[in-house]
């Protein structure tokens, strides 16, 4: 699915934006951490936001990366959610995208939350300028 210069590009430490669809219809767009995963964007999240909910009514969604100030990628397919018991993906990430004490910080402020991982598999990607 990915081409060796998206790959490269999703491996950046960039924020992505993120959508799930509400229960009207509407797309639902928050801005999130992620880390590519062979073919796959992991992303974590608190167990008890709205996103989550949406995923559970319905898997399909869209993940976009860049096309800020440069050319970016959209991503369109479906979540998954899964555990993080052992907090793996939540320090992973964290430390894709923060050091030291800061990321530390976070570490120790986030242990206690009901931290869960969203699988995302992508159908379709879309150069975005």
Do not use: C
């Not at 999240?45 to 709205?50: E, K, L, N």
């Not at 009514?57 to 899964?82: C, H, W």
């Amino acid at each position: 699915m990915f081409t060796d210069e998206i790959r490269a590009f999703l491996q950046k430490p960039l924020i992505a934006r993120m959508s799930t669809i509400d229960p009207d219809g509407w797309p639902h767009t928050v801005p999130v951490w992620f880390m590519l995963d062979g073919d796959e964007i992991a992303i974590i999240s608190v167990r008890q936001t709205a996103k989550i909910g949406h995923i559970q009514a319905n898997p399909k969604g869209a993940v976009q990366v860049g096309g800020d100030d440069s050319a970016g990628y959209m991503l369109k397919g479906t979540f998954r959610i899964e555990e993080d018991p052992d907090r793996a993906w939540m320090k992973k990430l964290t430390y894709h995208y923060e050091s030291g004490e800061k990321a530390e910080k976070d570490i120790a402020d986030w242990t206690p939350l009901d931290m869960i991982v969203l699988r995302f598999t992508p159908k379709s990607v879309f150069k975005v300028a």
